[in-house]
Structure formats: C-alpha cells, structure tokens
C-alpha cells in the first residue's frame, strides 16, 4: 500500500501510506469499495466534461445567432437597396406626371398672353427636389468609393432635367406653346426628358431587381447554415449525455445503492430532510404558500375591479339611453310646433304683399332648416353608434354658398356688413344641407364680429383634387394669442361674450368639413380674418 497512489474524485494524489485516516470523501467510499486494479486511467474531470459540453452547446447557439444575424444583416441591406430603388422608381414617375401635368396646363390654355403667370411650377420643382434628396441618400449609402463615384453620376441626370424643364419654362413665359418658338421648344423637350426619365427608371429597376435576387441567393447558405446547426445539436446533446450525463447518473445510482448499506454512525449531523436539498424544499414550500396568500389576495381585488366597472358600464349605458330618450323625446316636442310654423307659413308665402311673401318664406326656409335638424337629432338617438352620419352627394359650390348669403342677407344688412362671391363652376362631393349650414355660419359669424363697413369675400379654385374656397373678411380680425384655437369648441372672445352664443360655430364647421373629408384652417390675412376650406371635388363614376 505504501508503494501506491490512490487518487481521489478531483485529480489530486494524496499519499496513502502513513495517514491514519482517508483525508477525504471520495477516500472513505474507496476504502468501502472493492479493490481496484493497481494501475488507474487518468481522464478529464466531470467539471472538465461539463464546461466542455456547455462550451459546444453554446458554440452552437452562437453560431447559430451570428448566422441568423449575418442573414438578418444581409437581407436588410438588400431589402433597403431594393425599397430605395424602388422610391427613386415611384419618384421618376412622380416627376413624369408633375412635368406631364404642367405641360397640359399649358397646353390647354390657349390665348396666352406673352408675361402671364403660367401654371403652378411648383409641384415639379417639388417633384426634382424629393429625386435630389432620394439620389443624394443613395450616393452616401454606397459601399465604396468606386460605387459612389458611379452613383454619383447616375445622380446627375436630375440636374439636367431641372435645366431642360427651367429652360422651357422660361421659353413658354417669353414665347407662348402655340407659337413656332415654344414648339420648338417643347418639341426639343419632349426628346430629352423622357428618354432621361425612361433610361433612369430602367436603371432603378435593373437595381432593384437585383437586390431581390441577391435576397434570394441568401436562401441557400442559410439553409445549409441552420440545417448543419440542427444536424450538430443533437449530436452534440448524444455526445454530452453518453460521455457525460449517463456516467454520471450511473455513479448516482451506484453511490445511493451504496449509501443504503452504511450506518446511522457513519452519516453527517443534519442528514436525510435537513440537508441543503431539504432545505430548498421547504424554503419552495415556502414561497407555494405566500403565491398562494398572493393570488387569492389578487383574485379579490380583481372581483372588486370587475365588480366596480361593471356597475360603471351599467351607469353608462343608462346615462347612453336616458340621452337617447331625452334626443327623441326633444325631437318629437320639436317637430310638433315646427311642422305648425311650417304650415302657416306656406299658407303665408299666398299674402299679395310682396314683402310679406319673402318674409313667410324664410320663415319656411328656416323651419324646414330647423326641422332637418331636428331629424338629425332623432337619428343619432336611434344609431348604435351615436354619431351623425352625413350624406355624400354631388353639390353645386356656388349655388351652396349664395344660397347662405342669401339666407344670411338681412343679418349682413343689419350689421353693415357687405358680401361678394366669386366663384368659377365647382361641383364637391358632401352634403348639401350641412355645407349650406357651413358657410350661413361663416357669414353669421362675420355679421356679428367683423365691425360695421367690413366686406366679406368668398373665393374658390380647383386645386387638385379638391375645391380650395377662401372666405375672408376685412373686419377687426383675431383678439392676440387667440389664433388657431378659435376653430376649437368652446372658444370664445369678449365680443362673443357680449353677444351671446356658445363658441360652437366654428368648431361644428370645421368637424363638418373634416367629415367630408376635407379640412379648415386659418389662412395668412393682413387684416381682418381668412379661412380656407378645402373640399374633395365631385368625380363621376
């Protein structure tokens, strides 16, 4: 024994001979254990083997990361490329009708005169600016110098078309189109810059197409990539528990086989329930018990929640159906006494004096007004939703807007307040009876703030697809700092405090010309106050 080295579970020799006592665990098993063999195989230790195996499983995982990564990387960049091909794509076509729209405008104006302003140059130049910008992004994300340089002179093709189409557009404000000279000119146009735009789109889309298929080409490393990856991990899980895991739990179950055969002398002070093992135990019971003092705590707070919002929903429901009661019932007590005024004044519009007829008139214009309205009321109280759906029909602009100064005219006179309409035949898209009752608003409006000897002026263009209207007057104007926020509910000045009302005239114009999906908003005005309405334009089907 003297002459021999035992080795214990770490690796570690101790010297067997003249030690009165094993100097540890794995000793004190040894010495219970049958004879080995004199010579010992020394192989890597199980924490060798763990860290080993854990190494390989996450260089797999890492692996299979930076493959994810390095495909997620790739195919990024080419979907950017291919997206910013194809806006430059989107932009080029852009140009092409902004360039194709301003030459009809011209076109189609006949009888220009040398020094007119012409068509709005303003959307191509716009059209030229977004390509610079899209053209310039693309030459700073180049890869390499080499490939910048070459973007770069791709980029010049924008600069020569703003010098043709500046070109032209000086020789038509000089030269009208319908002469030899802007023929001329607009012939020599027509074989540049198309061909450019042509050429440039063909380019963008030889681009974009192969960003699509270098995206594709990706497809097969990636695959091999993850198919070798999810080959080597469960090889790598077979190895790890052949060499690893299985010796090790056959010496668990060789050491607890053992164990049963020692005695109670031989056992540590705190052994069986009151080891670490046992402790974890209980120290989980433990926090199984509070989870559970936790939950029950949280399930009677959420009942009391649920109880509390379903009693609120109940008291909005019934506040939902006492509005919708009170709607109809007002509405019914309404129209009783309207349909009466109605009545008397169509058998009024029969009086021979001419003055009184126009008066029962509009009397019955207004009830009728009034009883629409009324009507409205009723079918928000009987729709689920509770909003006021507005019809979407086609609607003569200008009849629309005399026919609000007309209903507005006595009001007008009264106030000293004079009107003008220049309007060009517009046809809109919305609801005749609400757009009538937006600008009445307008006019009512500038009737009670715009000060006697104000001029109120009601002007319109197409514009796109929509109708520009711009209702200005040459009144006192906005009180300072109140600006944008008087198109909100509710807002009112001094002089709307001195004349009654409730800030809502402006508000319910703007909420109607948003419904039509159309907008409201302040316009730039020296003095006095503007308005511009824009309302999408009737198209036939």
């Given at each position: 024994?003297?002459?021999?080295r ?5 690796s570690?020799p101790?010297?067997?001979?003249g030690?009165?006592r094993?100097r ?5 098993l040894a010495?219970?254990l049958?004879p080995r ?8 230790s ?5 860290w080993l195996?854990a190494l ?11 493959l994810a ?5 790739r195919t990024?960049?080419?979907?950017i490329e291919?997206?910013?091909?194809q806006?430059?794509i989107?932009?080029y076509?852009a ?5 194709n ?5 011209w076109?189609?104006?006949p009888?220009?005169v040398?020094?007119?302003p012409?068509p ?6 716009q059209a ?9 992004e693309d030459v ?5 110098p080499?490939e ?12 020569r ?5 500046n070109?032209l557009e000086?020789?038509?404000r000089?030269t009208?189109p319908?002469?030899?000279?802007g023929?001329?000119?607009?012939a020599?146009?027509a074989?540049q810059?198309?061909?450019?735009i042509a050429?440039?789109i063909?380019h963008?889309?030889h681009?974009?197409?192969a960003a ?10 990636l ?10 991990a ?10 690893v895991?299985g010796?090790?739990?056959r010496r668990l179950?060789q050491?607890?086989a053992?164990?049963a ?12 329930g ?6 974890m ?10 989870i ?7 399930e009677a707070a ?6 509390a919002?379903?009693a ?15 709607f109809a019932?007002v509405?019914?007590?309404?129209r009783?006494?309207?349909t009466?005024i109605?009545g008397?004044a169509?058998?009024?519009e ?5 003055e009184a ?6 009397i ?5 007004r009034?009883?629409?309205r009324?009507e409205?009321m009723?079918?928000i ?7 006021l759906?507005?019809a ?6 200008g ?12 009001a007008?006179k009264r106030?000293?307040?004079?009107a003008?309409?220049?309007l060009p035949?517009l046809a ?8 009538r009752?937006?600008f009445a608003?307008?006019f009512e409006n ?9 001029e109120?002026t009601v002007?319109?263009?197409a514009d796109?697809g ?6 200005a007057?040459?009144?006192r ?11 909100d509910?509710?807002?009112?000045d001094?002089?709307?405090d ?9 508000a319910l ?8 999906a159309g ?16 309302l ?5 089907e």
């Amino acid at each position: 024994m003297s002459a021999k080295r035992r080795w214990c579970w770490n690796s570690a020799p101790l010297p067997w001979a003249g030690s009165s006592r094993p100097r540890c665990r794995a000793d004190r098993l040894a010495a219970r254990l049958p004879p080995r063999p004199s010579r010992m195989t020394c192989r890597p230790s199980l924490r060798f083997r763990l860290w080993l195996g854990a190494l390989l499983l996450a260089g797999l995982a890492v692996t299979a990361a930076g493959l994810a990564a390095w495909g997620l990387i790739r195919t990024q960049a080419h979907a950017i490329e291919a997206m910013a091909a194809q806006n430059r794509i989107e932009a080029y076509g852009a140009l092409s009708a902004r360039l194709n729209e301003w030459l009809l405008a011209w076109v189609g104006a006949p009888g220009m005169v040398t020094g007119m302003p012409g068509p709005d140059s303003r959307p191509v130049v716009q059209a030229l600016d977004r390509l610079d910008r899209l053209l310039a992004e693309d030459v700073k994300a180049a890869p390499d110098p080499t490939e910048a340089t070459v973007r770069a002179r791709q980029s010049m093709t924008p600069a020569r078309l703003r010098g043709l189409f500046n070109q032209l557009e000086s020789t038509f404000r000089t030269t009208p189109p319908d002469t030899p000279a802007g023929q001329a000119a607009l012939a020599f146009h027509a074989a540049q810059a198309p061909g450019a735009i042509a050429r440039q789109i063909d380019h963008e889309m030889h681009r974009r197409e192969a960003a699509l298929a270098a995206m594709q080409s990706l497809r097969r490393p990636l695959l091999t990539g993850a198919a070798l990856v999810a080959l080597a991990a469960p090889l790598v899980l077979a190895a790890l528990y052949l060499l690893v895991l299985g010796p090790l739990f056959r010496r668990l179950r060789q050491g607890t086989a053992f164990a049963a055969t020692l005695s109670a002398a031989d056992l540590p002070h705190g052994a069986g329930g009151h080891d670490e093992l046992g402790l974890m135990f209980a120290r989980l019971r433990q926090m199984a018990a509070r989870i559970d003092r936790r939950r029950a705590r949280l399930e009677a707070a959420i009942e009391e929640r649920t109880a509390a919002l379903s009693a609120a929903n109940d008291r909005l429901a019934l506040i939902d159906r006492n509005r919708r009661r009170f709607f109809a019932d007002v509405g019914h007590e309404l129209r009783t006494p309207l349909t009466v005024i109605m009545g008397e004044a169509e058998l009024g519009e029969a009086h021979p004096d001419p003055e009184a007829r126009a008066a029962f008139q509009t009397i019955g214009a207004r009830a009728a007004r009034l009883f629409r309205r009324i009507e409205d009321m009723l079918r928000i109280a009987r729709s689920e939703s509770g909003r006021l759906e507005l019809a979407a029909e086609r609607v003569d602009l200008g009849a629309t807007v005399r026919g609000a100064l007309a209903d507005l005219a006595p009001a007008l006179k009264r106030a000293g307040v004079s009107a003008q309409v220049d309007l060009p035949p517009l046809a809109v898209r919305g609801d005749p009876d609400w757009l009538r009752q937006v600008f009445a608003g307008l006019f009512e409006n500038a009737a009670k703030y715009a000060g006697r000897g104000a001029e109120v002026t009601v002007s319109g263009r197409a514009d796109g697809g929509m109708a520009l209207v711009r209702v200005a007057d040459t009144g006192r104007g906005l009180p300072e700092g109140l600006g944008a926020a008087v198109l909100d509910r509710f807002t009112r000045d001094a002089q709307a405090d001195q004349g009654g009302g409730f800030g809502v005239g402006l508000a319910l114009a703007r909420w109607v010309v948003e419904t039509l999906a159309g907008s409201l908003v302040l316009a730039p005005s020296a003095t006095g106050l503007a308005l511009d309405l824009r309302l999408p334009l009737w198209e036939e089907e």
